[in-house]
């Protein structure tokens, strides 16, 4: 679905009858939009949809495809076994990165739009890629040490960074227009009372600020509410 700023006017760009779309965004020049298309039982499933396995993630397989803004064009982008998602692209709209995991191999992926060709970015258990505006990294989560934590690296694959080391989960994170500054939650603050009156089966989280590097760390949010999939207003 696309909507207008004031949400008075919104129209349907793509659907499928079978399957779900998940994790869209804008191509650069703002003549596309990339997604994640696959069943996404845990995402729309509520809690019955469950991981109890690694292998489970891939729930089937899924792809990137992409579609025109006026919803023709429509392509899959990705093939194979795998469980593609989240794509984000570079600033000058030449690459696209994304998660991947299955019998192929898990990690982070970089396309080039035009030949399509992939190359490996990252092999670990990691999620939520975000291209910065600065061009000059992804920052995304990763599951180590039992939970998530965000981390940073060159669009080359050198200079990974552990930007987070907490007690809960840190994710879902973004980027403020200049690339100076990053916004995410984490339920590092532990249980409030949603464990009292929403059966909750994990901790809420709390919305959090940092510099790109993960020093200066704000808190923004205490309630006990679950905020998350936070985003910078662009500027």
Known sequence: MVANTGGTEVRTVYKDLTRNILGPQWTANGEQIVFGIGSFDVFFNGFHGLLLEPEDRVEGGAHIAMVN???????????????????????????????????????????????????????????????????????????????????????DGTNERRLTNSLGNDAHQGWSSDGEYIVFASSRMGYKDEITYTDAPQLYGEIFTMRWDGSDVVQLTDNQWEEGTPAWQPR
């Open 69 to 155: 803004a006026d919803g023709s064009g429509f392509q899959e982008l990705t093939s194979g076994p795998n469980n593609n998602c989240f794509p984000s692209m570079s600033p000058d709209g030449m690459h696209m990165v994304y998660r991947n995991f299955g019998p192929e191999g898990d990690g982070l992926r970089i396309m080039d739009i035009e030949s399509n060709e992939v190359r490996v970015l990252s092999t670990g258990y990691d999620n939520f890629p975000f291209w910065s505006p600065r061009g000059d990294a992804t920052m995304f989560s990763r599951q180590v040490e039992g939970d998530y934590e965000i981390y940073s690296i060159a669009p």
